[in-house]
């Protein structure tokens, strides 16, 4: 077992505290700092506290670190991805392909010729891009299409004759074809069209808002915020299909193959599959295109509730269970003081494991040895090290736990 550090991610997006403030440095941090990378992406792979890097230890000893188990299911490279997120703007309206989506996709762009690295690039990676976000804090989304019937209540509340005509593609199939048609016809739309959609439908958020109905005051609030960044953007009209989905601390949502979705503020530990596959929708400056995004979306209906991972509890360890095969993840809070939950938890010896700590500090102890390891940093396991017995070394310690799936 090591102690690791993550790779920040300095996006226009980020928080100039909440990572700052989680490793102790000073505050405000000199530039935003959105996303604390723990795993072995060759994009921004974790460093040990020589230097060595992650990815460079895997290849060294892939049977040591990995096991055979997990090199015969996802070959020679970690199969998931640990992600710290600290938002104070939305992000990008997204998307991820799935396995054979996203392997297709990967070819097609190294046959023509497009290199890793192009502004252009939808597929930097052959995986699927999978992923639970667990909140830290009050963590606010967008995520997956909402009940169309719940859809059209929306669009018909904000009283605007300009959303009529479109209105139809939605009250004819009230499914996901509907949605389908709509989201299709809004976001092909035309920059002169949509210099006119745009403005009326955030006026009548605004009427809404006045009005001091509560139904869909979040969504109204939601989409003013969006239109006052990218004026005139078809993202603003997509956002309305979505469902706006508030997590509090410990609450999670797992996002699977082609769930449209969007981050607005907060911060969270994001688990996903070993990917940066993106593909972009709007209300970003970066590469976005339309015609793949569309290719790749999956526009079942679906409520909060159903994005919700099931949960199971082990002394103080709370289990996230998702369907992706390349991770697990968990939650552990230890108390330093023991009065008010356990302050020790004793860890199987089934690696790859990352621990991420996000408060207080933990003491890792096993076959002798001891590591202490404080919030923004990480402890790496390989398959090849023993099991190990965790102990809050302050009054309140939290950390989240990684490893395959099933293993």
Excluded at 181 to 195: D, E, H, V
Excluded at 318 to 336: K, M, Q
Aim: charged share 20%.
């Amino acid at each position: 077992m090591q102690r690791i550090e993550g790779v920040i991610r300095p996006y226009a997006w980020g928080s100039r505290t909440v990572l700052a403030t989680m490793q102790g440095r000073s505050v405000p941090s000199a530039h935003p700092e959105a996303e604390l990378w723990f795993g072995a992406h060759p994009g921004d792979p974790a460093r040990f506290e020589g230097g060595q890097d992650l990815l460079t230890e895997i290849d060294a000893d892939p049977d040591g670190e990995l096991g055979p188990a997990c090199r015969q299911e996802f070959g020679d490279r970690l199969p998931y991805l640990v992600k710290v997120l600290a938002a104070d703007e939305p992000l990008s309206l997204q998307a991820h392909p799935s396995r054979e989506q996203a392997a297709e996709g990967f070819a097609r762009e190294n046959a023509a010729g497009i290199p890793l690295d192009a502004p252009e690039r939808n597929y930097r990676d052959a995986s699927h891009k999978p992923e639970v976000v667990i909140a830290l804090s009050r963590f606010e989304t967008l995520a997956g299409f909402r009940d169309p019937v719940a859809t059209m209540d929306l669009l018909r509340a904000l009283a605007v004759p300009e959303l009529d005509s479109y209105l139809g593609l939605l009250s004819g199939q009230p499914d996901s074809m509907g949605l389908r048609a709509l989201l299709t016809t809004w976001i092909t739309l035309p920059q002169p069209a949509l210099a006119e959609l745009v403005p009326a439908v955030l006026g009548g958020c605004v009427r809404y808002l006045e009005s001091g109905e509560e139904r869909f005051r979040g969504e109204a609030k939601t989409a003013l915020t969006l239109g006052e960044r990218y004026p005139d953007d078809a993202g603003v009209l997509a956002a309305l299909l979505l469902n706006r989905v508030v997590l509090e601390p410990g609450q999670a949502l797992y996002l699977s193959a082609g769930n449209l979705h969007m981050y607005l503020s907060g911060a969270a530990v994001e688990v996903m599959a070993n990917s940066d596959n993106v593909l972009r929708g709007g209300l970003t400056p970066k590469h976005v295109d339309v015609p793949e995004l569309l290719r790749v979306l999956d526009f079942t209906p679906r409520s909060p509730s159903e994005l919700a991972p099931r949960t199971s509890t082990v002394g103080p360890e709370v289990i996230f269970s998702t369907p992706a095969p390349e991770f697990r993840v968990s939650r552990v809070r230890l108390d330093g003081t023991a009065l008010k939950r356990a302050a020790s938890v004793e860890l199987d010896a089934r690696g790859p494991q990352l621990l991420v700590v996000t408060d207080g500090a933990i003491t890792v102890r096993s076959a002798g040895r001891a590591v202490d390891v404080h919030a923004g940093s990480g402890l790496w396991m390989g398959a090849s090290d023993p099991g190990v017995i965790v102990t809050a070394h302050s009054p309140a310690a939290e950390f989240f736990r990684s490893l395959v799936g099933g293993h």
